[in-house]
């Protein structure tokens, strides 16, 4: 099991920056493809973007693309989304979540086996 816990989110003005991290803890982290989500209020939780467990590859959501970068540091068991050009839609809680298939990058919220309880992000206009 994959204990996940977020930080660095906070309020910020549009166009600001936000860096957020994940600490893993329990099974090796290594072992696992990585995947940040969010949900606003109202709304489905929803896909941002996934990274393999070496770091090589990514995938991004279309509305975050060009903005937002996911990378780990594998040896300090840390997952981050570095949030650039923040925009009021942007406002959400944001998750981290643990796949199992290492290898795989999909959008897709079952496959991600662990999950955090969240960082919430607040973009003011």
């Known amino acids: 099991q994959v204990q996940l816990v977020e930080s660095g989110g906070g309020l910020v003005q549009a166009g600001d920056s936000l860096r957020l991290s994940c600490a893993a803890s329990g099974h090796t982290f290594s072992n696992y493809a990585m995947g940040w989500f969010r949900q606003a209020i109202g709304k489905e939780r929803e896909f941002v973007a996934a990274l393999t467990y070496n770091n090589r590859s990514t995938f991004y959501s279309t509305f975050v693309k060009g903005r937002f970068t996911i990378s780990r540091d594998n040896a300090k068991n840390t997952l981050y989304l570095q949030m650039n050009s923040l925009k009021p839609e942007d406002t959400a809680v944001y998750y981290c979540?643990?796949?199992?298939?290492?290898?795989?990058?999909?959008?897709?919220?079952?496959?991600?086996?662990?999950w955090g309880q969240g960082t919430q992000v607040t973009v003011s206009s």
């Open positions: 979540a643990a796949n199992p298939s290492r290898n795989t990058l999909t959008q897709d919220l079952s496959q991600y086996y662990y």
